[in-house]
């Protein structure tokens, strides 16, 4: 009878044990620059990479994402600097160099293309990642008593 009792609360108990260990989802937040969290934490690029390791897929996706945000950066920041520092120069009262405010808005239209194929392979990436994880995730294990022709019974669903 102990036997049988303690088979009962073995089963009983399935239901709150996982083989795996619950993996938050990574969500992506747009506003003024597209930003990715987990669990509240906002990632950056190479810990994205990073993340994405276990899923070979969603990993592919973000190396080809990885290899766009470098350019991006670069180009981004440069142009950006470039536009800056003629616009601050003439707000003290010196003359516009155009010129140079020319190289920086080349150069941030140069990094348009890479930042843009970034958020693509990006969200590619994520969107995999999140969905191997619902696939890998915990499932739902039913146990029911019945009564049959033979009695009364215990029918377990996985």
């Keep these: 009878m102990k036997k049988i009792l303690f088979s009962l ?3 009983l108990c ?10 938050d989802s ?4 747009k506003s003024l620059s597209t930003l990715y969290l987990q669990n509240g934490k906002i990632l950056k690029p ?6 994405t390791k276990t899923n070979p897929i969603a990993f ?3 190396t080809k994402a990885k290899k766009n945000v470098v350019p991006a950066t670069i180009f ?14 003439a707000i003290s009262g010196a003359k516009m160099n155009w010129a140079l405010f020319g190289i920086g808005a080349g150069a941030t239209l140069i990094s348009l ?11 590619t990436a994520i969107t995999t990642y999140n969905q191997g994880l ?4 915990y499932r739902k294990i039913d146990l029911e008593s019945t009564l049959g022709a033979n009695g009364v019974g215990l029918k377990l669903k996985f």
Aim: no cysteine; glycine share 10%.
């Design 9 to 11: 609360k073995l089963l």
């Design 14 to 23: 399935v239901n709150f044990v996982f083989a795996q260990t619950p993996q």
């Design 26 to 29: 990574i969500t992506i937040k």
């Design 46 to 51: 190479k810990q994205l990479l990073e993340i």
């Design 60 to 62: 592919e996706a973000m």
């Design 76 to 89: 981004g920041s440069i142009g950006g600097f470039f536009i800056g520092y003629p616009l601050g120069a």
């Design 113 to 123: 293309p890479f930042s843009v194929a970034y958020g693509k392979h990006a969200k």
């Design 134 to 137: 619902q696939k890998t995730s």
